[in-house]
């Protein structure tokens, strides 16, 4: 049988399956693959760690067919200069990469119709509509888009410890847990958020859902506010869908895991727009990663 290896690289964390045919030998998850403009080779230097530790537990050396969903490889330089950092590091006889948003729709959907949406560190939408076109919504990065992103949700966060600390705002739990996240007092925190990277400011988003799990009227409010947004991005597709079948949706991305509170709070805004059909069964772009494998070996 094959040794095939999947890889969902994202801005939060990087997933590693390694399987024999259908078999899993491995998993391991490793630092944030997604590929900025200019540092691919840090990218590729994270996932192959995360591939080599999963090959390792495996057994393995090497694989037949390695497989790398990342975000920030919809243009082909990306695409290109990561495919060739990984060749050169001999993890697989054969190496593909391709987008995040690709492996997600291959999990969901196989080859068929249906919607995507995610939040992780950013916030996007991908739907393909049955005549195979690829339509999508959001991704636009931290200054011009990812509404309802972890990186929104931990900017609301800071804004609101920073408003109830003066006064202008009310008490909040998080007044307390994203200086313990952090590990700063307020004064550390304010000159921390000034230059913080947005992967940074987005890893306070579980703090928060966390906190709106709990109870927090200030945290439940941001989280409510993600989720109209992230609902957002879906409804803007819905046009591009032709007839009145029902259009399948599916969650992916660390924010909207089954434990975390924006997921049942997104379901439920979604199954109140015409048309759409959210799925509750939680996603795995790896097993998306793994498919296009399959076919490609």
């Known amino acids: 049988m094959s040794i095939l290896i999947g890889v969902d690289a994202g801005g939060t964390k990087t997933a590693v399956v390694v399987v024999d045919g259908e078999r899993e030998l491995a998993r391991s998850v490793g630092a944030p693959g997604a590929v900025r403009a200019g540092r691919a080779l840090v990218a590729g230097s994270r996932i192959s760690v995360a591939v080599r530790r ?155 859902l966390e906190a709106a799990r709990h109870g927090d009227a200030v945290a439940k409010g941001i989280a409510e506010s993600a989720a109209e947004d992230l609902v957002a991005h879906v409804a803007a597709l819905v046009s591009k869908f032709p007839g009145k079948s029902a259009i399948p949706v599916a969650l992916a991305g660390g924010n909207l895991d089954p434990e975390r509170a924006l997921r049942p709070l997104v379901l439920a805004r979604l199954g109140k727009i015409a048309r759409v059909s959210p799925r509750e069964a939680t996603l795995d772009p790896t097993s998306g990663a793994l498919a296009l494998a399959r076919r490609l070996r």
């Open 54 to 208: 999963a090959l390792t537990d495996a057994g393995l050396l090497h694989g037949d067919v390695l497989v790398v969903g990342a975000a920030g490889v919809g243009r082909e330089p990306e695409r290109s200069e990561l495919r060739e950092i990984l060749r050169g590091e001999r993890l697989a006889e054969r190496v593909i990469v391709t987008g995040d948003l690709d492996i997600a729709l291959e999990a969901a959907f196989g080859e068929g119709p249906g919607v995507v949406l995610v939040s992780g560190t950013g916030s996007v939408a991908v739907g393909r509509t049955p005549d195979g076109m690829t339509h999508r919504t959001g991704g636009l990065g931290w200054q011009i888009g990812d509404e309802g992103s972890g990186y929104a949700i931990g900017r609301a966060a800071l804004r609101a410890v920073g408003r109830a600390h003066d006064g202008r705002g009310p008490a909040t739990a998080l007044s307390e847990s994203i200086p313990a996240v952090t590990g700063k007092n307020f004064d550390e925190l304010v000159r921390w958020s000034t230059s913080a990277e947005p992967g940074e400011v987005a890893a306070l988003g579980s703090a928060v």
